[in-house]
């Protein structure tokens, strides 16, 4: 019994399933918990930043190989297109053949404001996408400044402070996670208390359909993928079960952005392969906002009875393999590039955006779960590609994911868990 009340894993799913109930038994005050899920995220966020640019400057300098550091980039890139194409195929499909949006009576329900979204519909360029994703700025500094490092004779006084401040902003980040119930809590409370359950019963059908598309996906495909690594899905989604728990609650693939850094290199993955991989990986690669992105546009066409050729389902394939790469850049994310894709397509209807209001947000978690899982499965087999990959470590991490969990408790009284093979 005390093992389970200093489970972190049990206090945020215990959170969760009270932020729900208070979002509907009293809404009002749930929904001013939103302060608590979006500042948990905020404090999160500002550790992605130091920890990428520290992970990917010591992964480097220890890698020494440069060759190999672009060959693993080039790689990355080729995974994320193909898989994040097989997204929207898979997307497509389901979306054809369970038809969510038959049926569904436009007049009935509840319309709201999309002026927000669709008055920042604009053309995607690459160059504003660079300057406006903060993250791939830190990860280009970092891959330039590992370089050149590399290479100066004096590195090691610098690598020793790099080292030290690698292990000070991991034990502020594990003093911060401490926190990931009261986030959780603030974040599916005001879900609930804002949207309510009642808003699902209209768009019920789209609501299973995109869920069961998800999981289709995870357990096909990624599955497919982790099995070729030798490696089970369900034993890697169980090892990092924390990480999509506080992702559920709060809504948000960031707020486990470094934890799951952090766990992959634990489980056998190089460093130099984390760091590279998760941070482009959030820009170039997220399978769950690809599939709703495909799934939304195909439902917005059978909701208004638009009849999509084949050569139209191919431009939006096309249209949407460049602009899902902007989403995790832009503030509205999906609804955004959903808005700028039926704009290029110009045969359905932009205020068609004004249905998916209400379940957006019940919908952003399966978004968010797979756009996580999706990014742990790429560098996962990519280090098995590049064999940076110590399969020993993740048979004890595996074993031992318990005491992974209690990783938060070990650093507040200064202990460190068992040494883990080589």
């Given amino acids: 019994m005390k093992k389970l009340f200093t489970n972190l894993t049990f206090w945020v799913l215990t959170a969760i399933s009270a932020g729900a109930l208070l979002g509907h038994f009293y809404p009002t005050q749930a929904v001013e918990m939103k302060v608590l899920g979006e500042s948990f995220i905020s404090v999160v966020k500002l550790f992605i930043n130091p920890i990428i640019f520290l992970t990917i400057t010591l992964g480097i300098i220890g ?42 009576v436009t007049s009935a329900l509840q319309k709201g404001d999309i002026s927000m979204y669709a008055g920042k519909v604009q053309d995607f360029s690459w160059w504003k996408f660079f300057l406006d994703n903060v993250t791939l700025q830190v ?21 020793h ?79 990092i079960r924390e990480e999509l728990l506080i992702v559920l609650g709060t809504s948000s693939s960031e707020a486990a952005l470094p934890s799951i850094m952090e766990k992959l290199e634990r489980m056998g993955c190089s460093k130099p392969v984390v760091g590279l ?22 439902f917005l066409a059978q909701v208004f009875n638009v009849h999509l050729s084949m050569g139209q389902i191919l431009s939006v394939i096309g249209i949407l393999m460049v602009t899902s790469k902007g989403a995790a850049g832009v503030t509205g994310s999906g ?12 045969v359905i ?32 087999w990519l280090a098995n590609n590049e064999n940076e990959f110590a399969r ?18 070990d650093n507040l009284t200064d202990r460190t868990l068992p040494d883990q093979p080589k």
Wanted: proline share 2%.
């Fill in 63 to 104: 890698m020494g190989d440069l060759k190999k550091v672009g060959k693993v980039g080039a790689k990355a890139l080729i995974y994320f297109e193909v898989v994040t194409t097989l997204a929207l195929l898979v997307g497509i499909v389901v979306a054809n053949l369970l038809r969510p949006g038959d049926g569904v």
């Fill in 139 to 159: 990860l280009f500094f970092s891959l330039v400044l590992g370089t050149l490092l590399s290479r100066y004779s004096r590195k090691d006084k610098i690598v």
């Fill in 161 to 239: 402070w790099l080292n030290f401040a690698s292990k000070y902003v991991f034990k502020a980040l594990h003093l911060v996670m401490i926190l990931a119930p009261i986030g959780a809590f603030g974040g599916m409370a005001y879900t609930i208390g804002k949207f309510g359950i009642a808003t699902l019963l209209p768009l019920g059908k789209l609501m299973v359909t995109v869920y069961a598309t998800m999981a289709i996906f995870v357990f096909g495909i990624l599955g497919l993928i982790l099995r070729t690594c030798k490696i089970s899905i369900w034993a890697y989604l169980k090892y």
């Fill in 277 to 298: 991989v998760i941070p482009a990986g959030y820009s170039f690669n997220l399978d769950g906002t690809t599939i709703y992105l495909s799934m939304a546009t195909i």
């Fill in 335 to 346: 609804f955004v590039v959903l808005a700028s894709t039926l704009t290029a397509i110009k």
């Fill in 349 to 380: 209807p932009v205020e068609g955006l004004a249905l998916l209001l209400g379940v957006d947000r019940f919908m952003s978690e399966a978004r968010a779960i797979t756009n996580i899982i999706g990014n742990g499965v790429a560098t996962i």
């Fill in 392 to 409: 020993k470590k993740m048979d004890y991490a595996f074993a031992h994911v318990n005491d992974t969990e209690d990783i938060i408790k």
